[in-house]
């Protein structure tokens, strides 16, 4: 489980981006946390995942302080528990898809051979075998966050985090993406925090988070219905836009 206890994030003394933010979230969930640009959640998502500290506050994963843990811990913990997926996909360009899969093992010090059948797996279920060998300024933007999904698979991490995951694709792609989101969370049981602005991208999930001026405003599910209905809504235009 993560837990999060009264998170403050201050960038200047003028500046709190996140003030007393409170919240956990159990394995299997799929949460969206939702806001405006600027509302928080970005800041949010990176102290949940270890990458960025609180100025107070706590933030606990299966009870251990991830918040209090000296950086070489800390990062061994985000290669090995933790996976993450940005909008921008954040491939080594030189690297080809298989590589750069096998990058978080590398950096472990662990032998790849270990691990090339559990790459080779994925990539399957992924559907970018075919993309394999092919470094990424070749791939379309989906293919490229497939890669960028893989890779933050490939230790079997407890959660993976996502910020805006579809921000840098078209709204097809961007929805394909979702629904292998989905495919994962229910089928692999893997727990997804997302960032996004988006209501219909939040209605994947099984639970909302609106973040508002660095607080907690909501996550209902009453908000949950209203972004289903927007997300079919859209489906709907879609449908019809295609035709």
């Known amino acids: 489980m993560i837990k999060a206890q ?14 007393d933010v409170s919240l956990e979230i159990e394995y299997g969930d799929f949460v969206s946390i939702i806001g405006a640009s600027g509302s928080g959640k970005s800041t ?42 940005f909008q ?9 898809v298989y590589e750069n899969i096998m990058l978080p093992i590398i950096l472990d010090g662990k032998q790849t051979k270990a691990y090339a059948e559990k ?42 985090f996502l910020d805006e995951p579809t921000g840098n694709l078209d709204s097809k792609t961007g929805r394909e993406t979702m629904e292998l989101l989905a495919k994962i969370n229910a089928e692999l049981g893997t727990t997804i925090v997302q960032v996004t602005h988006s209501m219909q ?32 809504n859209n489906e709907i235009t879609d449908g019809k836009t295609e035709e």
């Open 119 to 160: 790459a080779e797996k994925l990539m399957d279920y992924l559907g970018i075998t075919a993309q394999r060998d092919k470094l990424p300024s070749t791939l379309s933007g989906g293919e490229q966050q497939r890669a960028a999904i893989a890779r933050g698979l490939i230790f079997d991490p407890k959660v993976i």
């Open 201 to 232: 991208n939040a209605s994947y999930g099984n639970r909302i988070i609106e973040i508002k001026d660095g607080r907690i405003s909501g996550g209902s599910p009453e908000a949950a219905k209203s972004a289903e209905t927007e997300k079919e």
């Open 88 to 96: 921008f996909f954040n491939l080594a360009p030189y690297l080809t």
């Open 44 to 85: 949010l998502l990176s102290i949940l995942g270890g990458i960025d500290r609180p100025t107070s506050g706590k933030v606990f994963l299966d009870g251990a302080e991830i918040s209090a843990m000296e950086e070489k811990e800390l990062a061994k913990l985000r290669r090995t528990k933790i996976g993450f997926v």
């Open 6 to 19: 009264n998170i403050v994030k201050v960038f200047s003394p003028n500046i709190k981006v996140l003030d």
